[in-house]
Nanobody, 122 residues
Framework: QVQLVESGGGLVQAGGSLRLSCAAS????????MGWFRQAPGKEREFVAR????????NYADSVQGRFTISRDNAKNTVYLQMTSLKPEDTAVYYC???????????????WGQGTQVTVSS
């Protein structure tokens, strides 16, 4: 069955870094664009970053542009999110997701992971 399993979350001080990983299985990973989203308590799920099937194009939310980097390894069926210069407002549950089309719209993503908590202390 389809699985997306995130890892790498945790507690970090402001200014620190974390690297999230998302291991995919049960579908043709290289055929899907991949995205990262996040949801803070009491807030809607928001787009963070996305990457095309080949990894050739990436797109970021304005709030993370220049601090976060999305990448993928199709040989390992894994997508990554390198997060640097973390801020307390980055605190959220981070989800990876897969979509046939390259989009920011979370409603168009077919498969989702269970999420990993990122907490940034001030």
């Amino acid at each position: 069955q389809v699985q997306l399993v995130e890892s790498g979350g945790g507690l970090v001080q402001a200014g620190g870094s974390l690297r999230l990983s998302c291991a995919a299985s049960g579908f043709t990973f290289s055929a899907y664009a991949m995205g990262w989203f996040r949801q803070a308590p009491g807030k809607e799920r928001e787009f963070v970053a996305r990457i095309t099937q080949s990894g050739g194009l990436t797109n970021y939310a304005d709030s993370v542009q220049g601090r976060f980097t999305i990448s993928r390894d199709n040989a390992k069926n894994t997508v990554y999110l390198q997060m640097t210069s973390l801020k307390p407002e980055d605190t959220a549950v981070y989800y990876c997701a897969a979509a046939i089309m390259n989009t920011d719209d979370y409603k168009l993503y077919s498969y989702w992971g269970q999420g990993t908590q990122v907490t940034v202390s001030s």
